[in-house]
């Protein structure tokens, strides 16, 4: 079953536009992380938060963390045609080692 | 990618025959991991390995198999493919038990016919 829930599915903004992906989980976690996806690729790792942080930012992109309502959101500032790619949240339980991944979010950025 | 590899990158089989992809990881980390990505299922654990000789399995081990004789190579096997087993397969690796980022291969698309 899967931990991690991506909300939307897709979702297809113009370049300079913000796009917010958000992540909802079942248990608690240790952390949560986003990764990335282009297409024919294998994932790259973005960002992680813990469980005791609220919010994070790397560059152009800030997540925030709510462990009360089980959920994260991930915000692509100033999105580029670059930034088009499959996104994934990923949680790491607290009763366990491995990290349990979301369907993904397939962001399209317009030119 | 880097400083991990997949091998073969793509493959076709048959149905009823055995299968070994390889994962190779110059980064000398502890832990490996095994994946399957298929539409609308995300990416599933299928085994995954915190050192030589010590491997347990993921929530879709059935069919698979899994060894790991040296810290740098991981090895998945599918003993008698089926088509169900069709799918993209990544290796990653991390140097603590998932508390801290995985580092993914390039993938190995695997088609049984």
């Known amino acids: 079953s899967q931990q991690g829930e991506e909300d939307p599915q897709a979702l297809s903004i113009q370049e300079g536009e913000n796009a917010t992906m958000n992540c909802s989980y079942k248990?608690?976690?240790?952390?949560l992380q986003w990764y990335r996806q282009n297409s024919g690729r294998g994932l790259v790792h973005l960002i992680l938060?813990?469980?005791?942080?609220r919010e994070k930012h790397s560059g152009r992109l800030r997540v925030t963390l709510d462990t009360s309502k089980k959920s994260s959101s991930l915000l692509i500032t100033a999105s580029r045609a670059a930034d088009t790619a499959s996104y994934f949240c990923a949680t790491q339980e607290t009763s366990g080692s491995r990290l349990t991944f979301g369907e993904g979010t397939q962001l399209t950025v317009n030119p | 990618d880097a400083g991990i590899t997949q091998s073969p990158r793509h493959k076709v089989t048959e149905t009823g025959t055995p299968v070994t992809l390889r994962c190779h990881q110059t980064e000398n980390h502890r832990y490996m991991y095994w994946y399957r990505q298929d539409p609308g299922h995300g990416l599933r654990l299928i085994h995954y390995s915190y050192g030589v000789k010590d491997t347990d399995k993921g929530e879709v081990s059935d069919g698979y198999s899994v060894s790991r004789s040296k810290t740098e190579d991981f090895l998945l096997t599918l003993e008698s493919a089926t088509s169900s087993q069709t799918s993209v397969y990544f290796c990653?690796?991390?140097?603590?038990?998932?508390?801290?980022?995985?580092?993914f291969g390039p993938g190995t698309r695997l088609t049984v016919t």
């Open positions: 938060i813990r469980s005791n942080e």
């Open positions: 990653a690796i991390s140097s603590l038990a998932g508390a801290y980022e995985q580092y």
């Open positions: 248990t608690s976690i240790n952390n």
